[in-house]
């Protein structure tokens, strides 16, 4: 029913930038939150950024100052601009959204397939 796709993930060297989008698609009424999430070799999911009714933000405070999330409502489309990288920001990242199917139902969350993020020289 819904789709989350992930693109821009790759190979950057520390200090380099990134910009990673996800595009929501499907029977969508409403996203109220959308979001990523990262999850590095041996650890748990964690949260990095959100982003409520397109204008509240949430930054991990790993990430606060370097990352900026955006989105484009139109598109349904989550941006995460990763700036100053550092190798302790290597996992793989997920978007996720919390998705109203009707006008009535409750949000449910969908995540996407995930877009792996090296740092490393």
């Known amino acids: 029913q819904v789709q989350l796709v992930e693109s821009g993930g790759g190979l950057v060297q520390p200090g380099g930038s990134l910009k990673l989008s996800c595009a929501a698609s499907?029977?969508?009424?409403?996203?109220?939150?959308m979001g990523w999430y990262r999850q590095a070799p041996g650890k748990q999911r964690e949260l990095v950024a959100t982003l409520t009714s397109g204008i509240i933000k949430n930054y991990a405070d790993s990430v606060k100052g370097r990352f900026t999330i955006s989105r484009d409502n139109a598109k349904n489309t989550v941006y995460l601009q990763m700036d100053s990288l550092k190798p302790e920001d290597t996992a793989v990242y997920y978007c996720?959204?919390?998705?109203?199917?009707?006008?009535?139902?409750?949000?449910?969350?969908?995540w996407g397939q995930g877009t792996q993020v090296t740092v490393s020289s």
């Open positions: 996720n959204a919390q998705v109203k199917l009707y006008s009535y139902s409750k949000a449910s969350a969908y």
């Open positions: 499907g029977s969508i009424f409403s996203i109220n939150v």
